[in-house]
């Protein structure tokens, strides 16, 4: 699904009342405050859909497949997204039913 298509998801579950170039301004809104306050390390919760989350990661050896090298990853932070229980039952449901 592309950010399109979710525009034109939330335009006709809103109806006649509202412009698709609307909804693309309060889809757009929406994600820039997600990635906003992500920026910032706020935590994100909404109710019955996940929590978005702002993690560390430590930093690392690795090694550099062709080389063989050690090398190493630094410290950094990473979102993450933490289904809620109802989204997670719903999407379980619906892959039973698609099968």
Same mark, same amino acid.
């Given at each position: 699904?592309? +950010?399109?298509? $979710? ?6 579950? #809103?109806?006649?009342?509202? !412009?698709? &170039? ?12 997600? +990635?906003?306050? $992500? ?6 919760? #909404?109710?019955?859909?996940? !929590?978005? &989350? ?30 809620? &229980? ?14």
């Amino acid at each position: 699904m592309t +950010k399109a298509d $979710l525009v034109e998801q939330v335009a006709s579950a #809103i109806g006649p009342g509202i !412009t698709k &170039k609307d909804c693309a301004l309060v889809v757009d809104g929406l994600l820039n405050a997600v +990635k906003n306050a $992500l920026s910032d390390h706020h935590n994100i919760e #909404i109710r019955g859909f996940g !929590t978005f &989350k702002v993690r560390r990661r430590k930093s690392r050896m690795a090694r550099n497949p062709r080389t063989g090298d050690a090398v190493e990853v630094p410290a950094r932070a990473v979102p993450i997204f933490k289904p809620s &229980k109802d989204l997670r039952v719903q999407v379980s449901d619906r892959k039973k039913v698609r099968v």
